[in-house]
């Protein structure tokens, strides 16, 4: 049977798989790599080297006669197999080297390949100042992650080949290089200097790594190995403050996972320009420039710190335990992603561990609903670069919760333990992973990869609560909303708040059963003495799914006050902003003002802005003086959605005046842009808001240029200003921070819809010029910004990209944005007209219901 690679169906999801998808395995393997050595010589100013790659090869079988290799886009010298020249053919993709004596298992060969690369578009990258930015570092530094080590070294490319690594560079004074493994020797002359490092343990092709700089470096130690951060001069303290909890985390990780740290040092390299987050090559992890800290950042970003864990946790996961194929990452990005959860739960508590899930869940979520639907565990692709999505991280770590709920903590830990020093300088797949666990607990867990691993999706539970006061029973009906059943054990719990217990103290759950789930309509009756104050469906909230509470606001105010379980304080939050009603916003108002954790405030803040009543301004506004500048932020985010003057007011100041959190700040600066771009009987004056606006571009430069970000955000909902859109098209100009002219860029996309036709040409005539740029990132701002645009002339530009872009991710990306505008671009100007008069008759139904609701509250008194 021929069987189909693109499902249309996909329970009502669009298909990950793109036209061009198809299975992808490993290579036959015609021996073991045992080692590779590169020995190079860079030449900075000419964005150039030459050098020889040697790799010793085991042989698995005899008479092989041919070996072919990776090599992309280099300049090949020559090949010698065993110091005597040979014979190779080479398209620019493949290199296959002749053997002039076939091979014979037992004995090691030496293919030693002489070549050069000039001016490389990937694997190996050359930042260096220019006339726009005349300050940017000299730096040179590798991704090989997935498939670009072949853009850099000839070698067999893929994950399934361990081998030991060598890498000698000789580089210009004063720069310092940075690679894999110890430091074994350097030698320096009047004008250079040679680095040689020796990487003694296995790893993978994709985890070989060199960065290149005038770098400080910063000595820290774990157990007597050197733990170094490598940054910008003059960025020292940035540096403390970003990476210097990374000892305390070698410790935690390697207690956590029952392996001590595995390798010589660990270093970590912030570099310039650099195209992911981080990159957890073995022993050395590149991280962004963009990840170092100041005093100010420091406040409410913990996004570092969770990048730095991410990486760390990844010299376990992916590093020492190495996946055979990259179908399987989600081993390793799982994992990595939920030692950002373990962190957290370490250094922050359990409630700040518990909302990170979350949050992970809903990245997942968003991703499943509005982008496409696939298994974890998946071969069929186009790039393997595409399997790096919230499936493959944030799905796969809510895996790893869900493993450690079923077997318990102690189980969990040893069943993680042992998986690891099994297969420590191994590769795995995933059923491995399934093998250690049963080995230790002889759990049998296949049915929980069945249903979240190798198929797509999770359960949509809809909870309905009713008491019989009679016969003492609760009953709780359990709905499956969507098509393909999950089968699953649900703890549902009962709570009762003691005589002592004050509101927002959080009683303990007295009443807890576990019923099997596995139905679309299921209905559960308990018996319990009394009725109970509260009902919490999945206590701990364990499970990935999502869920609709439909109780009645006593059950879910009761839920909001006292469920000892932050995530089901929310889901009965969630359920209250549904249910609107100033009974509904009052309860929310006490949460924002009362609740122990900043998270559940900051989901409290959200719900207000949904309740259409005039009262929920003067809830929220007592939330812009909580200590915690995280809840600010999501108040004055809840305030940008009310969209009254009043809101504008109580804003204005905190753009006029600042905060000591950039992202409070910056929300305010987006938040008046919003308000005054509103149709509005009473708002600020658009002149007067851009005029604000600009004086933040003009004067607030600084970090990460989140604050003036925030503003141009501000000016691009002016839909309609030329004058604003002239003011933004300036800051896509080169020589603006590149932070900040990426918000530009971005923010052509959404001033857009509302200009005039030859304004939009401007801007299509921008972004055409843009998108010819080869920085990932900007192409990535530039698909971002046709995604919002409502024109059919935005196809064109998108469809080049996703022919002409040399990144996957850009790729997939700008194909998907083309089905996207296509969409809307059917919105014309009526819809529009339409849109406005149902938004007006939103805010005319608001004053009405808020009039109507004070007088019933009165009347009730």
């Known amino acids: 049977m021929l069987q189909s690679y693109f499902d249309t169906d996909n329970n009502g999801h669009k298909s990950f798989e793109l036209p061009g998808a198809k299975p992808h395995y490993n290579p036959d393997r015609p021996g073991q790599v045992e080692h590779i050595f590169l020995d190079l010589n860079l030449d900075i100013p000419n964005q150039s080297y030459d050098g020889t790659c040697t790799i010793q090869l085991k042989p698995v079988r005899n008479g092989i006669d041919r070996l072919t290799l990776d090599a992309v886009s280099l300049n090949i010298h020559s090949v010698q197999v065993d110091a005597t020249s040979t014979t190779y053919d080479y398209d620019g993709q493949q290199l296959q080297v002749h053997l002039a004596n076939p091979t014979q298992t037992g004995q090691s060969i030496k293919i030693a390949i002489a070549y050069s690369v000039t001016k490389p578009q990937r694997g190996i990258y050359f930042i260096a100042p220019d006339k726009h930015y005349p300050n940017k570092p000299v730096q040179v530094w590798t991704q090989g992650e997935d498939e670009d080590s072949r853009f850099w070294f000839p070698c067999f490319d893929y994950p399934g080949q361990l081998a030991t690594s060598e890498i000698r560079v000789r580089v210009p004074k004063p720069y310092i290089a940075i690679s894999n493994g110890r430091l074994i020797d350097t030698e320096e002359n009047s004008d250079y200097k040679i680095f040689h490092w020796l990487q003694e343990q296995v790893h993978p092709s994709y985890l070989m790594t060199l960065a290149v700089g005038d770098f400080a470096e910063i000595q820290d130690e774990w157990n007597g190995k050197l733990v170094t951060y ?272 004050g509101a927002y103290s959080h009683a303990p759950l007295h009443k807890t059963f576990t019923v099997r789930v596995n139905e679309k309509e299921q209905s559960f009756y308990f018996p319990l003495e009394e009725k109970p104050q509260f009902i919490s469906f999945d206590a701990n909230n364990n499970y990935l799914k999502t869920v609709s509470l439909e109780y009645s606001v006593p059950e879910l105010k009761a839920q909001l006050q006292f469920d000892p379980d932050p995530i089901s304080r929310i889901y009965a939050a969630e359920a209250l902003g549904k249910k609107g009603g100033l009974e509904a916003l009052n309860a929310l108002a006490e949460a924002l003002k009362s609740d122990r954790f900043w998270g559940v405030k900051v989901e409290v803040a959200k719900q207000l802005a949904q309740i259409k009543l005039d009262q929920a301004f003067e809830a929220l506004v007592v939330g812009l003086n909580d200590e915690n500048p995280l809840v600010r932020r999501a108040v004055v985010e809840a305030l940008s959605n009310n969209k009254t003057y009043a809101s504008y007011k109580a804003l204005k100041p905190i753009v006029e005046d600042g905060d000591s959190s950039y992202y409070v700040e910056a929300a305010a600066a987006r938040a008046i842009g919003i308000i005054a771009a509103a149709k509005l009987e009473e708002k600020p004056k658009e002149e007067k808001v851009l005029k604000l606006l600009r004086s933040i571009l003009e004067n607030k430069a600084g970090w990460n240029e989140v604050v003036r970000s925030g503003a141009i955000a501000g000016l691009s909902q002016m839909k309609t200003s030329a004058e604003t859109l002239d003011l933004i098209l300036e800051y896509t100009r080169l020589g603006v921070p590149q932070a900040l002219r990426l918000a530009a860029v971005r923010a052509l996309g959404t001033i857009s819809t509302g200009q005039s036709a030859a304004n939009l040409d401007r801007i299509l005539e921008r972004l055409t010029e843009l998108s010819h740029e080869s920085f990932f990132l900007t192409q990535v701002s530039v698909v971002t910004a046709l995604g919002q645009m409502e024109t059919p002339k935005a196809i064109a530009i998108l469809q080049a990209l996703a022919t002409q872009s040399l990144d996957g991710r850009v790729q997939r990306i700008a194909e998907e944005t083309v089905a996207k505008v296509q969409s809307s671009a059917g919105s014309d100007q009526a819809v529009k007209q339409l849109r406005d008069e149902i938004d007006q008759l939103k805010k005319q139904n608001q004053t009405l219901m808020s009039r109507l609701e004070s007088l019933e509250a009165k009347a009730s008194k």
């Open 230 to 501: 490598y940054v910008e001069k003059g960025r020292e303290e940035d540096a403390r403050r970003s990476m210097g909890k990374t000892p305390r985390m070698v410790e935690f990780f390697s207690q956590k996972y029952g392996y001590p740290y595995a390798f010589p040092k660990y270093a970590q390299v912030c570099v310039d320009d650099f195209i992911f987050g981080g990159m957890e090559n073995t022993s050395t992890t590149l991280l962004t420039d963009r990840c170092l800290l100041d005093e100010r950042a420091a406040i409410d970003n913990r996004l570092t710190e969770s990048l730095v864990a991410h990486e760390l946790a990844h010299q376990w996961f992916g590093d020492l335990v190495v996946i055979k194929h990259w179908s399987h990452a989600w081993i390793k990005e799982g994992m990595a992603s939920y030692s950002e959860v373990m962190w957290t739960e370490q250094e922050y508590g359990a409630e700040d561990a518990a909302y990170y899930r979350l949050l992970e869940a809903r990245n997942y979520l968003a991703e499943d609903s509005s982008r496409y639907r696939r298994p974890i565990v998946t071969h069929v692709y186009r790039e393997a670069i595409e399997l790096y999505d919230r499936h493959l991280y944030e799905k796969g770590s809510c895996v790893y919760h869900m493993i450690r709920a079923e077997l318990g903590e102690e189980l969990f830990w040893r069943a993680i333990q042992t998986f690891v020093q099994d297969n420590a300088h191994h590769t795995v797949e995933t059923v491995d992973l399934l093998r250690a666990i049963e080995k230790v607990t002889g759990r049998n867990l296949l049915f929980l990869f069945d249903q979240y691993v190798y198929r797509g999706g999770h359960p949509e539970f809809k909870i309905a609560y009713s008491w019989d006061s009679d016969s003492k029973l609760a009953k709780v009906t359990v709905n499956q909303t969507q098509n393909d059943l999950f089968d699953l054990k649900i703890p549902i719990a009962f709570g009762y708040a003691q005589g002592d217990v």
